[in-house]
């Protein structure tokens, strides 16, 4: 196969320029008016080390090369814009196979108003895939830093947590107690993420101080957050949502489910602080198309604590003391 | 080594935000206000793929990852702007290594007016870089696009071509009639392009009306221009300007210099189209702080013509079939 070859197999694919791009496959760079301000963040995905061919279809890689690239977007609670992709290909991986991953990430691309405008096609040893995503807003301020959260907001979290963690713990295992199409579930939430940009401009909206992307972990990245902010965050554990079949699966691997969800990774939900006056997560889950938790409050001090019920403290670790 | 700890040292050694930048790294994305019109080019240099760590420091293939990246940019004439990277980290390779080649990367963005705003590492089985460039103009209409060459527009380009082929042909061999210090210079320009901003820019205020770098090679660049600008391009053998030391090269090798000059790729020169009348060659020089020469014209038809003297024709050779 030929990169030159492929590249235009998949410019073929790429929608014509309109809205804000004037150029986009085929000349030297592709040409876009943003109009205000843009966020930029770029992202990778590499196989052998982010995901296995055996386990995730490439339609399915190709789009979580996409969505772990806007999920920091919409932590940024950013009108989703371009992307752009450079597509790394194996020996032995046909033409064929290669758009199929495209076509995975020109769905979600469709799915959430993203433009994948352009990109370049590479040889290399394993499939990987750099993704560059620009989001949009009418000024520099409207975009949501991590670094504005003051004590007193509220903390906010978007969805669910544990399930990627538990898809990753669960394997091809069959466990007591948790049905066929609950594990289905739990795998389909770490094959394919979903941005919440939806959640993110709702956020942003509503006056959020702070916001980031819960790629790593609450523990962790609920961390990153104060530390940015200089802060601390007091998180109750027993109002965290866990996602469906998490317990199930946490009761059968002798885990404790509370610690699967602070501390895995690739949730891909959004952790928000936000002035508690006039907050309404209905409405907000409503214009946000995700379901929002209060999960606790931002304090003065450092450092994040997560309480049990009865007061005792649980200690996020990092996913890889999980696996 | 972990990833965030060199994430870490890469973003300490980034410039604070200031300009068009609001927020650098260190954020879910970097927030831009740019203003006018944008250029974005993605671009990936891979170890055994594009370069081996045997035959060049770390330091000139992280400028070299920056400066292919950036020679799409001048063939858009764009102003230079904001850089990003990923950056993927194979075993064995330490953090110094690393932060070599990051230092390579930001010693040509500080040369070129670019910024490195910020990137992500990951780590993977070879080293490899995935560049985003962005570069500005006042409006999308500044840009230019390989597809508005007419008929009667001067051809002209940047520099010189064949060195980096010659390099490539030459290897570590000692080659008679070849000075060491020519032969340097030859491995110089393989390992060290620069891309012609200036020049880009310069010429895209004198009128060009197509241009394209000519990183494959002058034949295959001067065919996608024609084709993108349905015109025919002519171009004069005797007038290509060969770098120092190809022709010694190539009368060592047995090989056309000439052929070496339009089949060899790398040498990230500039093709302009721009009508004639006013064209004055020794001021775009010294705009564009590039040696400037018109090789050929325009004309109707399609395809490229390259005419030796006794009027043969010269059929350009993908460079594989040369090494």
């Given at each position: 196969m030929g990169e030159f070859e492929l590249l235009a197999r998949v410019r073929e694919r790429l929608p014509p320029p309109g809205g804000r791009i004037w150029v986009g496959a085929g000349d030297?760079?592709?040409?876009?008016?943003?109009?205000?301000?843009?966020?930029t963040s770029v992202d990778a995905l590499v196989e052998g080390v982010h995901f296995n061919r055996d386990d995730a279809g490439l339609r399915q890689v190709g789009a979580k090369a996409l969505a772990t690239a806007l999920s920091d977007l919409a932590a940024m609670g950013a009108e989703p814009g371009e992307a752009y992709v450079v597509l790394t290909v194996p020996p032995g991986l046909d033409e064929e196979a290669c758009l199929e991953a495209v076509d995975g990430m020109l769905a979600l691309a469709a799915a959430t108003d993203t433009t994948l405008v352009g990109g370049d096609v590479t040889r290399g040893p394993v499939l990987a895939f750099a993704v560059t995503v620009v989001?949009?807003?009418?000024?520099?301020?409207?975009?949501?830093?991590?670094?504005?959260?003051?004590?007193?907001?509220?903390?906010?979290?978007?969805?669910?947590?544990?399930?990627?963690?538990?898809?990753?713990?669960?394997?091809?295992?069959?466990?007591?107690?948790?049905?066929?199409?609950?594990?289905?579930?739990?795998?389909?939430?770490?094959?394919e993420p979903l941005p919440r940009l939806d959640a993110g401009i709702a956020l942003a909206a509503a006056g959020a101080?702070?916001?980031?992307?819960?790629?790593?972990?609450?523990?962790?990245?609920?961390?990153?957050?104060?530390?940015?902010?200089?802060?601390?965050?007091?998180?109750?554990?027993?109002?965290?949502?866990?996602?469906?079949?998490?317990?199930?699966?946490?009761?059968?691997?002798?885990?404790?489910?509370?610690?699967?969800?602070?501390?895995?990774?690739?949730?891909?939900?959004?952790?928000?602080?936000?002035p508690p006056q006039g907050l309404d997560l209905a409405r907000l889950s409503e214009a946000g198309s995700a379901g929002m938790t209060r999960i606790g409050e931002v304090v003065a001090g450092e450092g994040v604590e997560i309480r049990r019920p009865g007061g005792q403290m649980l200690?996020?670790?990092?996913?890889?003391?999980?696996?």
């Open positions: 030297d760079a592709a040409v876009t008016v943003p109009g205000g301000a843009t966020a989001g949009h807003a009418s000024s520099p301020a409207r975009f949501v830093r991590r670094d504005g959260a003051r004590p007193g907001d509220a903390l906010v979290l978007t969805g669910e947590l544990g399930a990627a963690a538990a898809s990753l713990l669960l394997g091809d295992r069959d466990v007591p107690g948790l049905s066929r199409s609950a594990a289905a579930e739990l795998h389909r939430r770490q094959l101080t702070a916001m980031i992307d819960v790629s790593d972990g609450l523990g962790a990245d609920a961390g990153h957050l104060a530390a940015a902010s200089r802060v601390g965050l007091r998180i109750e554990a027993e109002a965290l949502p866990l996602a469906a079949g998490v317990a199930e699966l946490a009761a059968a691997a002798g885990r404790d489910p509370l610690q699967l969800a602070v501390s895995g990774g690739e949730d891909y939900e959004l952790l928000a602080a936000i200690e996020p670790a990092g996913f890889d003391q999980l696996g």
